[in-house]
């Protein structure tokens, strides 16, 4: 069943041709294999449109993350979370990115991971992406975004509740 996927992993590996010399297809491989969980929540983040790729080892696990260029439909017109999306007095999104990284079973990428996969493979240069924001941020009603322009990575902020054609969420899983 994860065949094919495994073989799409391999595929986005191989054809990076910066990875970390250290990473190898050969170390990768058993790891996945060996964990039916992750390669499920890995083929959720694939069907989303996410084409999530090994970005880089963190702490001797695999760093999974959603790598698509251009924000898949599913992932778009999302506020942050329920909340902001139930407060939203006017046309209010049908879903949040957090409901939906919910369903994925993975978690939203972390301003800190969001930054080390940016070293290694440049994303969001015409779009964004919601990012795991802090809890003091939230409770003032904010959420927090990056993007890449200029030859640099950026992290913002916007109202938790507001929501983008050009925005989207990527998601993580360590293995």
């Not at 094919?4 to 054809?15: D, H, N």
């Amino acid at each position: 069943m994860h065949s094919e996927l495994i073989q799409t992993l391999a595929t986005r590996f191989t054809a990076r041709t910066h990875n970390d010399p250290q990473l190898t297809w050969e170390n990768i491989l058993p790891r996945l294999s060996s964990n039916p969980e992750a390669l499920a929540v890995i083929a959720r983040m694939e069907n989303t449109g996410g084409e999530p790729q090994i970005v880089c080892q963190v702490a001797d696990k695999l760093l999974i993350v959603d790598c698509y260029q251009k924000v898949p439909a599913e992932r778009k017109n999302l506020c942050y979370d329920e909340p902001a999306r139930i407060a939203r007095k006017k046309f209010p999104p049908a879903s949040s990115a957090l409901a939906e990284v919910a369903k994925i079973g993975a978690q939203l990428l972390t301003e800190d991971l969001y930054l080390l996969t940016q070293k290694h493979i440049e994303l969001d240069l015409t779009i964004s992406t919601w990012l795991h924001t802090p809890e003091d941020v939230r409770t003032k009603g904010g959420a927090i975004f990056g993007d890449r322009r200029f030859g640099r990575t950026f992290i913002y902020h916007n109202g938790a509740d507001s929501y983008y054609a050009v925005r989207g969420y990527r998601t993580f899983l360590l293995i």
